[in-house]
């Protein structure tokens, strides 16, 4: 033994294949994603199917070459980490099953890894110095949640949304103004070009729950807005229309985050997910942080996205507390946020 | 020649170990429980049962496909998984062709049939030739009807020792049936279902031809597109004929 805890890591909850040989939670030493995006563009949306399809066919290129990329044997790694939910069941299972496998015939320790906690670990790579507790905020494609991480490894989920995820929201509303899919980074950069306050959309709250997201309302407003234009025939600002949608969205994520962080009286603040990398909500989050003595901290866009070096950070805080998983690990798509 | 054998295609979840022509160890369930919490922890179990050494082992034999896409990868991935920790090849063996081998020297034409929902079975054809496995028809989906029709309309010499029928496809194509003419059976309960013994003794033979794969490239045959592609595929025809 080296003294060292190194982790291969795989994740492939949605559409992406992808392993990592992680040390100590926060060392990288390999990064391997497989992409299928291309593959899921002419569908407007990632196709299940086809993602768990492309997921076999490239599996153990990617495992092998993270592998290699870390200069490292299988047998010189000390546990096999794997995403096993939330995400697409068929996805996820080929994931689950190839570690499973894996670390059966290598003889090593199986850990199980929730995605969202993998997100928040993202933080960890490239700020050692966050620890326990801060405020969690999690926007991805499929997730939004707001959490308080209490310990390594242990939550407290504050509010989630009701509906639509926030990236969901950008691909529907991306969609309804013609840009297309993905609609996250093309609302990004046309809004760039936008009058952020053009539009105004009512702020959608949810009834009982002062932390808890509805992205659905908004949407609905933006293709209310749309239809009405059209009646009317007037031409649409699309850069206008985006920027205002994205300044809402921005906004609300801003004000809850800012209300916990008074609540709770946290001062750090950690983003994760893959609407982390959207820069308009960077910049919003930032000016909130500054404005409130706040600290935050965003991973670099591409462990914001989703990695396998996420679900390696976040095992090895696992595997420290003693997390090991069976040989019967499912794949669970709806897996709750510190349920095991 | 030591190999482990793995069939998640269908309902049923099989793990068998092999040693040149013994089999040491099988573990077959056919239940309704998710492959993904039963495989490993059947191939862990009979593995202990046997002190196997993980060292000696030099293939993977997997039933390839077709079958349910869900189930295939759970089995894939597992073999992927082990070939690639164990530095192993992979040997693919069609899952109809696994089913007719349940039957060894059988007379007559073996019909395996898997249930592929909407009427259809998946099928292939096969007769046993000097101890050798012969494919008549290779693995489809087909209307249960039309595999009827086709038996009716089959070269006699070929059918004159007749058929016999098995796989979960069975009671899909046990009305059709009634048409044929000539004496047909259904397998009984031991060999009705996919065995991963059976799997396993059919890749030895095809390992002893050369014929497997390194475990990266291996993946499922499915024989049929997804869901999106055959939406997509139609909506372009349409297009086309416009």
Not at chain 1, 85 to 107: N, S
Not at chain 2, 174 to 199: I, K, N
């Amino acid at each position: 033994m080296d003294g060292h805890i190194d982790i291969l890591a795989i994740e492939s909850s949605c559409d992406e294949t992808a392993a990592a040989v992680v040390r100590d939670g926060k060392e990288v030493l390999s990064n391997v994603i497989y992409s299928q995006i291309d593959m899921h563009t002419v569908y407007g949306g990632v196709v299940p199917e086809l993602a768990s399809r492309a997921h076999i066919e490239k599996i153990n290129y990617v495992i092998q070459k993270a592998l290699d990329d870390a200069g490292m044997e299988l047998k010189d790694t000390d546990a096999i980490a794997v995403t096993y939910g939330p995400g697409l069941v068929g996805a996820l299972l080929v994931g689950v099953a190839e570690a499973k496998a894996i670390a059966w015939a290598a003889k090593k320790p199986l850990i199980g890894v929730h995605h969202i906690e993998g997100h928040i670990s993202a933080n960890y790579i490239e700020h050692p110095d966050l620890v326990p507790p801060y405020l969690g905020l999690i926007v991805s494609g499929g997730h939004t949640h707001l959490v308080i991480v209490e310990d390594w490894a242990k939550f407290r989920i504050l509010g989630r949304t009701v509906d639509d995820a926030a990236g969901e929201a950008f691909d529907k509303v991306a969609r309804a103004i013609g840009l297309g899919y993905p609609g996250g980074p093309k609302i990004d950069k046309i809004s760039k070009e936008g009058n952020p306050n053009a539009v105004r959309f009512t702020k959608a709250k949810v009834n009982g729950s002062e932390y808890d997201f509805s992205f659905s309302g908004l949407k609905s407003a933006v293709l209310n807005y749309l239809n009405q234009a059209e009646m009317k025939h007037e031409e649409v600002n699309r850069a206008d229309l985006a920027a205002s949608f994205q300044k809402s969205v921005v906004d609300v994520i801003c004000e809850h985050t800012l209300k916990a962080a008074k609540d709770y009286g946290i001062k750090n603040v950690a983003v994760a997910g893959g609407v982390a990398s959207n820069s308009g909500l960077r910049e919003g989050l930032r000016k909130m942080c500054d404005a409130n003595g706040l600290r935050l901290f965003i991973p670099s866009p591409v462990y914001c996205t989703d990695n396998a070096v996420m679900i390696g950070a976040a095992a090895f805080h696992e595997y420290e507390a003693g997390t090991r998983s069976g040989w019967d690990l499912n794949a669970v798509p709806g897996l709750r946020l510190g349920e095991k | 020649m030591k190999l482990i054998a793995l069939d998640s295609s269908g309902l049923v979840a099989s793990a068998a170990v092999l040693s040149d022509n013994e089999l040491l160890a099988e573990y077959t369930v056919n239940y309704k429980k998710t492959h993904s919490q039963t495989l490993l922890p059947m191939l862990d179990e009979i593995s202990n049962m046997i002190n196997l050494d993980l060292g000696e082992v030099d293939a993977v034999a997997i039933a390839a496909g077709p079958g349910s896409f869900t189930g295939l990868r759970i089995g894939s991935a597992t073999a992927k998984g082990l070939g690639l920790a164990l530095g192993i090849p992979i040997i693919e063996v069609p899952t109809l062709a696994g089913l007719a081998y349940n039957l060894f020297d059988a007379k007559g034409l073996i019909v395996p049939c898997m249930d592929a929902r909407r009427k259809q079975v998946y099928n292939g054809i096969y007769r046993f030739e000097d101890h050798k496995l012969v494919t008549v028809k290779d693995q489809r989906p087909i209307a249960a009807a039309e595999l009827i029709d086709e038996l009716i309309a089959m070269d006699p010499e070929l059918t004159k020792d007749g058929l016999i029928f098995l796989g979960d496809g069975v009671p899909v194509i046990a009305e059709e049936s009634e048409r044929l003419t000539v004496p047909y059976s259904f397998a009984p309960a031991h060999v009705g279902r996919q065995r991963a013994g059976s799997v396993g003794a059919l890749a030895l033979v095809l390992y002893a031809e050369g014929r497997y794969v390194k475990a990266e490239e291996h993946a499922p045959i499915y024989l049929r597109k997804s869901q999106a592609e055959q939406e997509r595929e139609r909506r372009m025809a349409g297009k086309d004929s416009l």
